[in-house]
Nanobody, 116 residues
Framework: QVQLVESGGGLVQPGGSLRLSCAASGSISSMNIMGWYRQAPGKQREMVARIGTGGSANYADSVKGRFTISRDNAQTTVYLQMNSLKPEDTAVYYC??????????WGQGTQVTVSS
């Protein structure tokens, strides 16, 4: 019923930028939290950034000052602007949607590789 589709991943040099997008479709409450998580090989999945419908956002310490999360509530779309990328940012990035009393949904992930 609910689908999340990510786009924008790719290969970028250290110091470069990428912008990830995630569009949600289906029956979604107007009150929800959308976010980005990432998982590098051999590591646990970690929260990168989250944002509520009111625009309040929080970030992992490792990305503060470099990444910016935003959303378009009308389209239920979330974005992640990633600047000053580092090799340690290399991971599969997953879009997440939390709707209270309905469910916790995930996209299939998009690969971000930061390398020279």
């Amino acid at each position: 019923q609910v689908q999340l589709v990510e786009s924008g991943g790719g290969l970028v040099q250290p110091g470069g930028s990428l912008r990830l997008s995630c569009a949600a479709s289906g029956s979604i409450s107007s009150m929800n939290i959308m976010g980005w998580y990432r998982q590098a090989p051999g590591k646990q999945r970690e929260m990168v950034a989250r944002i509520g419908t009111g625009g309040s956002a929080n970030y992992a310490d490792s990305v503060k000052g470099r990444f910016t999360i935003s959303r378009d509530n009308a389209q239920t779309t979330v974005y992640l602007q990633m600047n000053s990328l580092k090799p340690e940012d290399t991971a599969v990035y997953y879009c997440n949607l939390v709707v209270l009393s309905r469910g916790n949904y995930w996209g299939q992930g998009t690969q971000v590789t930061v390398s020279s």
